[in-house]
């Protein structure tokens, strides 16, 4: 399973960025991708996920309402649309899936995340 993240770099508080996660080498097609970041001295923190099919969409109460979580099926890619950004959503974005859940209801914790990418660094800051 490969998983490859794009898109990160440094913008103003206020700005916006998209990040993208392509994914590739996996058959299963039930599980939940998701979006986590890893602030320098903190523990990582589960930002977003959504299902395979696009049917649940979760986010943390901190970026709720100011992140949009969305997938395109034919491209196997996940995409993070980050708005109203601020110096606090400094982090290291990393794409996961977790692939051993029995269904939607079997939302995962950030350790239960199967694959990681690499991830991608986001800085906000003027």
């Known amino acids: 399973v490969q998983l490859l993240e794009s898109g990160g770099g440094l913008v103003q508080p206020g700005g916006s960025l998209t990040l993208s996660c392509a994914a590739s080498?996996?058959?299963?097609?039930?599980?939940?991708q998701s979006w986590i970041r890893q602030a320098p001295g903190k523990e990582r923190e589960w930002v977003a996920s959504?299902?395979?099919?696009?049917?649940?969409?979760y986010y943390a109460n901190s970026v709720k309402g100011r992140f949009t979580i969305s997938r395109d099926s034919a491209k196997n890619t996940v995409y993070l649309q980050m708005n109203s950004l601020k110096s606090e959503d400094t982090a290291r974005y990393y794409c996961a899936i977790y692939s051993s859940g029995r269904g939607t209801w079997d939302f995962p914790t950030v350790n239960e995340h199967d694959y990681w990418g690499q991830g991608t660094q986001v800085t906000v800051s003027s």
């Open positions: 959504i299902y395979s099919d696009g049917s649940n969409i």
């Open positions: 080498g996996f058959t299963f097609t039930k599980y939940y």
